[in-house]
């Protein structure tokens, strides 16, 4: 594997698992020394075991300990290169608007978008007192496209982010930061094995839809995420960068 972070640090929320884990291992295997920052201990520790990084237990809606992530990462590394803000929820009573009550939708507002600003809020200062970094706001294909299927929060929430990341990109360009939004499809996770099993026509309706005729695996999404992370897409900010299976170009679903 090309070392393309030898020397450079990651910082990866959500890392614990799904598309955080096979990021972390992805940058890892690249060179880089990755941080998980993770709600769940046991996860967030297993996974900086496996990639040899460090392990932050950290509720990413809580500024104070976003702040001190960073910091302790600089503090620990020496810098921090690399910000892969990716924790997300999409809990089951998030659905329709007309069933939607507003503590669900707060919540998934919170972790979903407020975190992504936390985040960039506190390792943009990092970064600009190095003079480069790479900040990868994970959005999705919902961020640009209506779904039938509603999950209005989420789909509201990453909606936010992508506009988000956008500004950013915009904003601290000259700065030798760039910030780009990733936008999956729907990815063969936890995350979505829990909410398509309780709900297998769900799944179905959205699967068929899909051109490539399958969900991304994880790994397919660390793979874009080491892309936007490295000097190979040094002329890319600001930008939604799809890795979706052909959804969102999508006018009818080709036949078998």
């Given at each position: 594997?090309?070392?393309r972070?030898?020397?450079?640090?990651a910082?990866?929320?959500?890392?614990?698992s799904?598309?955080?884990?096979?990021?972390?291992?992805r940058?890892?295997?690249?060179g880089?020394?990755?941080?998980?920052a993770?709600?769940?201990?046991?996860?967030?520790?297993a996974?900086a075991?496996?990639v040899?990084?460090l392990?932050?237990?950290?509720?990413?809606?809580?500024?104070?300990?976003?702040?001190?992530?960073f910091?302790?990462?600089?503090?620990?590394?020496?810098?921090?290169?690399?910000?892969?803000?990716?924790?997300?929820?999409?809990?089951?009573?998030?659905?329709?608007?007309?069933?939607t009550?507003?503590?669900?939708w707060?919540?998934?507002?919170?972790v979903?978008l407020?975190?992504?600003?936390?985040?960039?809020?506190?390792?943009l200062p990092?970064?600009?007192?190095?003079?480069?970094?790479?900040?990868?706001?994970?959005?999705?294909?919902?961020a640009?496209?209506g779904?039938a299927?509603?999950?209005?929060?989420?789909?509201?929430?990453?909606?936010g982010?992508?506009a988000?990341?956008?500004?950013?990109?915009v904003?601290?360009?000259?700065?030798g930061?760039?910030?780009?939004?990733?936008?999956?499809?729907p990815?063969?996770?936890?995350l979505?094995?829990?909410?398509?099993?309780?709900?297998?026509e769900r799944?179905?309706?959205?699967l068929?839809?899909v051109?490539?005729g399958?969900?991304?695996?994880?790994?397919?999404?660390a793979?874009a995420?080491?892309?936007?992370?490295?000097?190979?897409?040094?002329?890319?900010?600001?930008?939604?960068?799809l890795?979706?299976g052909?959804i969102?170009?999508?006018y009818?679903?080709?036949?078998?």
């Amino acid at each position: 594997m090309v070392q393309r972070f030898e020397g450079r640090v990651a910082v990866i929320t959500g890392g614990g698992s799904g598309i955080g884990l096979a990021s972390a291992r992805r940058l890892a295997s690249e060179g880089a020394k990755v941080v998980i920052a993770d709600v769940s201990a046991d996860a967030g520790k297993a996974a900086a075991d496996e990639v040899g990084g460090l392990f932050v237990q950290v509720d990413v809606t809580d500024e104070e300990q976003v702040k001190a992530l960073f910091q302790t990462t600089v503090d620990t590394y020496g810098s921090v290169d690399v910000a892969f803000n990716n924790a997300g929820i999409s809990p089951p009573d998030d659905d329709s608007i007309l069933t939607t009550g507003i503590e669900a939708w707060q919540r998934v507002q919170q972790v979903n978008l407020t975190s992504v600003y936390l985040c960039c809020k506190y390792v943009l200062p990092h970064m600009l007192e190095q003079g480069k970094g790479s900040i990868i706001n994970t959005a999705s294909f919902v961020a640009v496209m209506g779904a039938a299927t509603s999950q209005i929060s989420y789909s509201a929430s990453k909606g936010g982010v992508l506009a988000m990341s956008r500004e950013l990109g915009v904003e601290f360009a000259r700065k030798g930061i760039r910030v780009n939004a990733l936008c999956p499809g729907p990815v063969n996770t936890p995350l979505l094995q829990e909410l398509f099993a309780k709900d297998p026509e769900r799944a179905a309706r959205r699967l068929v839809h899909v051109p490539l005729g399958r969900f991304a695996e994880p790994s397919e999404i660390a793979a874009a995420v080491a892309f936007l992370a490295s000097d190979d897409a040094s002329f890319i900010t600001a930008s939604q960068f799809l890795v979706d299976g052909g959804i969102a170009g999508a006018y009818v679903t080709p036949i078998d």
